[in-house]
């Protein structure tokens, strides 16, 4: 199967200091990837420049074989993916108003918005949110307007910059099992930033273990948990134990 992303010596370089080196690195579609790394590891900027965000210093990244990167080149590619970050950044005006934003943007057609918007609505559970001032909403409740707002552009690959990181746990577990289902329906191909092990087995083939702007370690969730190899995984997966939880292991 042919990668949908693809790296080539990337590297990214600021005031002398290496923020980002990756000699390659393979997306398949509709794989789920999840970045685990302490804070300063270069997660979210590899996000900026996957998603044509950023320009690299160095190196190479291809969608669908298709080399490009920042600029009007970039659009019609950028158009096919979207980005949730922790902050929901909605904007003023209605929740219906927020999740119509993007196909406004795209010209869809306004009985198009209508039909879709809804539905969307609906299945993140905030339906009867529609008319509310997006402002006015609970932590959970914009996330889920944010997550509405990326799936109804039905991208190919989203980017899940820790969603649930500023959420209650009651909060956090429910709108844990919509996503899932959400994107296991969907087969989008999604790439997922967390510190949270627990969040991990929801959702992931392979996870990719940052430090230094680098992807040390690469591997199942299995493989990772039960051979941590690194002092960072050590940490990360000492306090947790997936051999009961009762649900299916991700298959790579």
Do not use: C
Request: charged share 20%; hydrophobic share 45%.
């Amino acid at each position: 199967m042919e990668p949908i992303i693809r790296v080539e010596n990337l590297k990214l370089v600021k005031g002398y200091r290496s923020i980002l080196d990756i000699p390659h690195l393979s997306i398949y579609p509709q794989e789920v990837v999840s970045l685990i790394g302490p804070n300063g590891a270069g997660k979210s900027t590899l996000f900026q420049l996957l998603a044509f965000l950023e320009k690299p210093t160095a190196g190479r990244v291809f969608f669908h074989g298709r080399q490009a990167g920042p600029g009007s080149g970039s659009m019609e590619i950028r158009r096919q993916m979207a980005m949730v970050f922790q902050d929901p950044l909605l904007v003023s005006g209605s929740v219906f108003d927020n999740v119509a934003l993007g196909l406004r943007l795209r010209k869809v057609p306004g009985a198009e918005i209508k039909a879709k918007v809804p539905a969307w609505l609906e299945r993140f559970g905030i339906g009867h949110l529609a008319w509310q001032n997006a402002k006015s909403l609970s932590g959970g409740e914009a996330q889920r307007v944010s997550l509405a707002r990326a799936f109804i552009l039905e991208p190919e690959v989203l980017f899940l910059d820790e969603p649930f990181a500023s959420l209650d746990a009651p909060t956090k577990v429910a709108l844990m099992d919509q996503l899932e289902e959400v994107i296991r329906s969907t087969r989008v191909t999604t790439l997922f930033i967390t510190h949270d092990v627990t969040e991990i087995p929801l959702y992931t083939h392979r996870v990719l273990a940052m430090e230094n702007g680098q992807i040390q370690v690469e591997g199942t969730l299995r493989d990772l948990s039960t051979n941590p190899n690194t002092p960072f995984l050590q940490a990360f997966f000492r306090r947790f134990d997936f051999t009961g939880m009762g649900r299916d292991w991700p298959k790579s």
